[in-house]
């Protein structure tokens, strides 16, 4: 798309990209800004907002020239409303059974309790779905949780349950993200209340990641906090959720859940959906033998 010769530093730092999205081969696409930490880990690239503008500036580059796949990160930017449609009836049943050859169920049925996985960085949701896609856990962006509409929302799913909601949060560690988490959870938990939920049901909200454990576990790079930031009287560096490598974030978050979980449950859970879903397919092959023919 657009003819790049870099130059022979670039060509080594285009190299470490490259065997960073190696490393992580199975959690791409990952964002920049976790390109960005792990050079910074394992190949001493600068830890400063330029450096990041630098790297993302070279990649929009590299992409573009075909030295970097596009798909292998993340850069999140546009809405799509489909509205397609069918050519027609055969064409239907084809993208039904489609449908029937992925079905599943809802792996948190029977478990004792419902868990969400929120995190800070919407760029990272589809990452963390993955990660806790074998338990048919729900991911939510709360970046946009200013917003009251999306509280409510959220409130009122909690209501409709007949469990109790443990919300999995994953978010920065600095001022802003442990106010933003806070606040999220109170104004949340208020809403609910206010929709009648019982009080033995208000959910409760965990931080899964960054704690201050897993700063001095992982030793992970922090930077200080903003002089304009001092929300809960901070004290300390911070860390950014992508600051942990994504094997890393992928086993706080699995522990996070299977703390919680019930796996015998899930297991009679995926022997019934393996049942059901070949059962789905067979009637739906009968179907488009016996009527598509005969469809207007």
Known sequence: MAPWRPQAKTLVRLDQVQAVLDEYAEHL?????????????????????????RLTNMLVRARRAGLIPFDALRDDGATHVDQAGYVNAAHFLRSVRGAAQSYRRDRQDRQPVVLELWCEAA?????????????GIDVYSSSGFD???????????????????????VGDHDPSGRALFDSVASDVALLALGL???????????EVAVTPAQVERYALPSSPAKATDRRGGWEGGTVQAEALAPDQLAAEVRQAVETRFDLYQLAKVLDTEEAERAYLVAELDRLASGEVSGAP
């Open 29 to 53: 696409p990952l964002t920049c800004r976790q390109v960005f930490y792990r050079l910074v880990g394992a190949y001493g690239y600068p830890k400063t907002e330029q450096a990041y503008d």
């Open 147 to 169: 917003s009251l509409t999306v509280k409510h929302d959220a409130a009122q799913r909690f209501v409709q349950r007949d469990r109790r909601t443990v919300v999995l949060h």
């Open 196 to 206: 009648d939920l019982p009080e033995w049901l208000v959910p409760e909200f965990v």
């Open 123 to 135: 760029g990272m949701a589809p990452q963390l779905a993955r990660m806790v896609e074998h338990y």
